[in-house]
């Protein structure tokens, strides 16, 4: 990796709670080509010298995922450059393949769980380009919840690194929240969990510590995820399993993962915090092993609500179809 | 010296409106109204453009873009193709406001012109121009009530324009009478070729903008008010 860089909104959004999408879409088309000019001049690599250009075609905010294709199809089409849209699950997934201190030796096939704000996905990867999902969540993301739980305790936005913040100085074993495993299945629920945690803190009174409470609502989350991640990984016989997302990045749920697996002899990998979180270096990650297999020329149009795996699936693309290459032109 | 080649792209309404054209009256234009605007469709239109005439992104000369106001998506998909063009291929970028194209577009008006987009709500983004052929509208940009925007142009003959005035022909006629002339539908959308011209004017004027910091003209309402009561009335 030559350079990576990130202009986070989240403090403009924070008082809102969540994404403003309107502001966020402005917001992103102020920042990406001066973000492009800085992270070129750091690689110290002319656009003009690039095999392609990667952009994430979705899941996500229709607004700002248009701002990113767009600009990625203008620098694209001046320079005659292959442009190639990225699942932004299936981006996440290979922070696994970027160097870390926790990642070396990473292979496939893994089970991973891709849990963040807006996702909890249990994915059997066989290879690159062949995704299954094995179980989603049901009702809110893992993220979701402890945003929620945040909220609760009157904590800031984004809500995760301030709960673990918190719990650090709790019992995680103060409170015992409700654990959803689901009749052992691969799907997830934490929408029981936030509103346990609703109801405590409206009738235990003041006799509790906030800390506790973080604690033992982190401790319930990660449980789950640890627990059901290392289940569908023996079910499958895989040998390995990973983590990514922005939920990836807290160190209980690392911890509780790095345990279970140990027990269950699987190997785990857990790719650098500032890679869980969303960022380009995967984007640009995915397209690279895309291009290595050659069959990755997307239709480069946005779909707010792409699933995993259907970027991924080339079977019924015409190659005809797949580029939007402009080599013709330049 | 060989001829500048420019491309002109506007998005801010329903339709997407292209136009690529050279000094030596060489030009090619296109028009689409009614499918969605994306930004697939946008560079599928530049590229045939491009095809069409035979020619590659690397003999262009300039941008031009339709910097709104009009819809908050579309506008931004104009606007990040032209920045993204421009910044990549070191190119002069000129940002046109829409309804400066829509007022340009109609010719030789002997009247006031004012353009009127249909900005939801009830209301519209609108602006006065005197002469339209003498560029920017002294009153500024401005999104308001058509009530309120006909209550600021008084009773005058005056020329309208745009989705915003096609929708509320029925108003603006009552209100006006035979003052109001209502342009018909193919006036409605701002052209390629008039904001080619428009933004070759300003080019030669030395009126570019950087492609790292142009960013729509959204018209937020509070800042659309503060800038019509800062202006004077005709
Ligand atoms: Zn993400």
């Known amino acids: ?330 | 010296m060989t001829a500048l080649l420019l491309l002109a792209m506007d998005a801010s309404t329903a339709c997407l409106s292209l136009a690529l054209t050279r000094d030596d009256g060489f030009h090619i234009e296109m028009g689409h109204r009614g499918a969605k605007v994306r930004a697939e469709s946008v560079f599928a239109a530049v590229h045939r453009l491009f095809q069409d005439a035979g020619m590659r992104p690397a003999e262009l000369g300039a941008v031009v873009v339709g910097a709104g106001p009009g819809s908050f998506t579309g506008t931004r998909i104009a606007v990040a193709a032209a920045k993204g063009l421009a910044y990549a291929r070191s190119l002069p970028l000129v940002a046109v406001s829409t309804l400066d194209v829509l007022a340009a577009g109609l010719p030789a008006p002997g009247r006031r012109v004012c353009p009127l987009l249909d900005a939801r709500r009830e209301e519209v983004y609108g602006a006065v121009y005197p002469n339209p052929h003498d560029g920017c509208p002294p009153g500024g940009y401005v999104n308001m009530s058509l009530t309120g925007f006909l209550d600021l142009l008084g009773d005058g003959p005056a020329a309208f324009l745009g989705d915003g005035a096609l929708r509320n022909r029925r108003q603006i006629a009552e209100r006006l009478g035979e003052r109001a002339w209502i342009a018909a539908e193919e006036w409605a959308y701002p052209r390629g070729l008039v904001l080619a011209r428009l933004g070759r004017e300003r080019l030669e004027a030395g009126e570019t903008t950087d492609p790292l910091t142009l960013v729509p003209l959204y018209l937020r309402r509070s800042e659309a008010e503060q800038a019509w009561l800062r202006s004077p009335r005709d």
Not at chain 1, 10 to 36: C, D, K, Q, T
Not at chain 1, 42 to 67: K, N
Not at chain 1, 147 to 157: I, M, S, V
Not at chain 1, 295 to 321: E, I, M
């Open chain 1, 1 to 330: 990796m030559l350079a990576d860089l990130l202009a986070s909104q989240a403090a403009m959004h924070g008082r809102f709670g969540g994404v403003v999408p309107e502001m966020a879409s402005r917001r992103h088309l102020e920042l990406v080509l001066p973000l492009i000019d800085e992270v070129l001049a750091r690689a110290g690599i002319p656009l003009s010298d690039m095999s392609a250009i990667a952009f994430t075609a979705g899941p996500g905010l229709v607004g700002s995922l248009l701002v990113g294709a767009t600009t990625a199809r203008a620098l694209a089409f001046a320079h005659g450059l292959p442009v190639l849209g990225v699942n932004h699950l299936e981006a996440h997934l290979y922070a696994h393949f970027l160097p870390g201190a926790q990642t070396r030796g990473f292979r496939l096939p893994a089970v991973c769980l891709i849990v963040s704000g807006g996702h909890t996905d249990l994915v059997l990867w066989e290879d690159h380009g062949r995704l299954k999902v094995m179980g989603r969540t049901r009702d809110d993301a893992a993220g979701e919840a402890f945003d929620k739980t945040a909220r609760l305790l009157g904590l800031g936005y984004p809500g995760g690194p301030e709960v673990e913040r918190l719990a650090r100085q709790g019992d995680p074993a103060a409170i015992p929240f409700p654990r959803a495993y689901l009749d052992d299945g691969d799907d997830f629920s934490f929408s029981g969990l936030k509103t346990a945690v609703a109801t405590f803190l409206r009738h235990s009174g003041p006799s509790f510590r906030l800390a506790d409470v973080a604690a033992s609502f982190q401790q319930a989350c990660v449980e789950v995820l640890a627990a059901k991640l290392v289940r569908a990984a023996c079910r499958e016989g895989v040998k390995g399993i990973g983590i990514c997302g922005g939920v990836a990045a807290n160190t209980v749920l690392r911890r509780e993962v790095a345990d279970r697996a140990r027990m269950a002899g699987l190997a785990a990998w857990f790719p650098e915090p500032a890679l869980c979180t969303d960022n380009a270096a995967v984007v640009a990650c995915a397209a690279w092993h895309a291009l290595d297999r050659s069959v990755a020329w997307y239709n480069p149009t946005v779909d707010p609500n792409l699933p995993l795996g259907r970027v991924g699936d080339h079977g019924d693309s015409d190659p005809g179809k797949r580029g939007d290459k402009h080599e013709n032109l330049s």
